[in-house]
Each structure stands twice: as structure tokens, then as C-alpha cells.
């Protein structure tokens, strides 16, 4: 029977999280122990607000809609609604690109959104 020896599979293990712990604060990037929990952290934090991204930024479409469309008489609430009855299919992303590139065009869109009523 041969003994097998695990250095080299440790050692790099706990490279590769020093690696990951780059630019961390005090012992947390180099110290492995403290390392190695702070970068369990760090990963959970960073799957959780890859979620949390895009509720924000798909609240901050709608602010932006919100905000244009109550200066041409129309509240969000009403204006969403007037589309889906209309039929206009323009998600949040585009009528926020709109708003922010070509207004005349979102005028328009609310303009027809208007007529329904």
C-alpha cells in the first residue's frame, strides 16, 4: 500500500480561494480561514442581487414612464392600460429607451393611448 499525499491538491484549493478574496479588506484576502467565509458571502450577496438588478431597473423603466406620461395627462396606470387596450405591445424597456432617445414618439403613443378615452 503507497500513502497519498494531499499538499499539492490543498494547496490548491486554498489558492484558488485567495484568488477569489483579490482586493478584499484586512486578513479577508489573506487569511484563508476568514477568506474562505467571506467569499461564501460575497457569492450568496451577488446571486441574490442579480435578482434584485433587474427588479430595479425594470422600477426605474416605470418611474421614467410614470414621470413623462403624467406631464402629457396621463398617469402610468392608465397609460399601461390604454396600451394593452389599443393593443400598442411596447414593453417597459422600449417605451423607457423611447422616452429618453426620441420623445416625439412616446407623445405620439400617449397621444393615441388619449384618443381611446
Known amino acids: 500500500m503507497t500513502r497519498v499525499k494531499r499538499g499539492t491538491t490543498a494547496h490548491k484549493r486554498r489558492k484558488n480561494v485567495l484568488k477569489h478574496t483579490k482586493g478584499f479588506m484586512w486578513g479577508r484576502k ?3 480561514k476568514a477568506a474562505k467565509e467571506a ?3 460575497a457569492w450568496t450577496y451577488a446571486y441574490r442581487d442579480r435578482r434584485n438588478k433587474k427588479r430595479e431597473i425594470r422600477r426605474l423603466w416605470q418611474n421614467r414612464i ?3 406620461s403624467r406631464e402629457l395627462g396621463v398617469t402610468y396606470s392608465r397609460f399601461i392600460q390604454g396600451t394593452k ?3 400598442i405591445e411596447i414593453d417597459r424597456k ?6 429618453e432617445e426620441k420623445p416625439e414618439i412616446f407623445q405620439k403613443i400617449v397621444e393615441e393611448v388619449k384618443n381611446k378615452e
Open 85 to 87: 387596450k389599443k393593443k
Open 30 to 32: 489573506s487569511k484563508y
Open 94 to 99: 422600449i417605451l423607457s429607451q423611447l422616452i
Open 39 to 41: 467569499i461564501q458571502h
Open 66 to 68: 410614470n414621470f413623462a
